[in-house]
């Protein structure tokens, strides 16, 4: 596919500059797998239902609007084969993580997501994994450390934040997607990515979403090691 030209891409000099890893001691094993396996009863209350912001001061459901990033006017002038192309191209590199779906599979994982908020990813790193929170409420997803999570709760600093821009989705059958890491010292661009394409994957896919649906609605049912057999992952 021809490239286009990215002047319809605002100038990544605007973006806003990473936040500094959080002054608390790391865990003494982030890549090991955590000490609460097989199932959910891990010693502290599932979540309650409803959207927080993690951190004191970071406001993760006020992103960027898209016009701050895109020329909106030009690119509604694009295909939706050449939009897509010019954003991922413009996410090369940049420290973002650029992406895509479709209207239909946008709206499938808002109708999911709307009782089902919240679950758990592993990602491997190294030699082992971490395991990350994940709180959902479209368009927006955020995620966190599963022991900042425990914790800290509400009060975790969010690692990942991800937004759907939805400016496209009926005259272009596209969403365009975008993540920010938030600390670049708890994630990679490449984990960002796994992590991106993991999390929609499970509420995507009609097998690993009932996982999700027992993580929600059935807690007590619900055995961490489902989701690393689904994953292909040790159980360790």
């Known amino acids: 596919m021809r490239r286009l030209p990215l002047r319809l891409l605002r100038s990544a000099a605007s973006s806003p500059r990473r936040r500094p890893a959080p002054s608390h001691p790391p865990s003494p094993n982030p890549a090991a797998p955590p000490a609460l396996l097989p199932r959910w009863g891990w010693g502290w209350a599932p979540p309650r239902r409803g959207y927080s912001r993690f951190a004191t001061g970071f406001t993760p459901l006020q992103p960027k609007p898209l016009a701050s990033i895109l020329d909106v006017e030009r690119a509604s002038g694009l295909s939706p084969d050449h939009l897509v192309a010019a954003w991922d191209d413009y996410h090369l590199g940049r420290g973002h993580i650029g992406a895509s779906m479709s209207a239909k599979l946008y709206h499938l994982m808002e109708q999911r997501s709307a009782t089902c908020r919240h679950f758990v990813i592993p990602l491997w ?14 368009p927006h997803m955020i995620f966190t450390g599963l022991e900042d999570y425990k914790a800290r709760g509400t009060q975790a600093s969010p690692y990942y934040t991800i ?74």
């Open 125 to 138: 790193k190294g030699t082992g994994y971490t395991t990350m929170f994940m709180q959902v409420q479209m």
């Open 163 to 236: 937004t759907h821009y939805t400016d496209f989705a009926e005259t272009k059958d596209t969403v365009l997607i975008r993540g920010d890491v938030v600390f670049t010292s708890k994630l990679t661009d490449s984990e960002a990515k796994c992590l991106l394409e993991t999390a929609h994957s499970f509420y995507l896919n009609d097998v690993r979403y009932r996982l999700v649906e027992r993580f929600n609605k059935e807690p007590h049912e619900f055995e961490f090691k489902d989701v690393l057999q689904v994953l292909e992952m040790p159980t360790m």
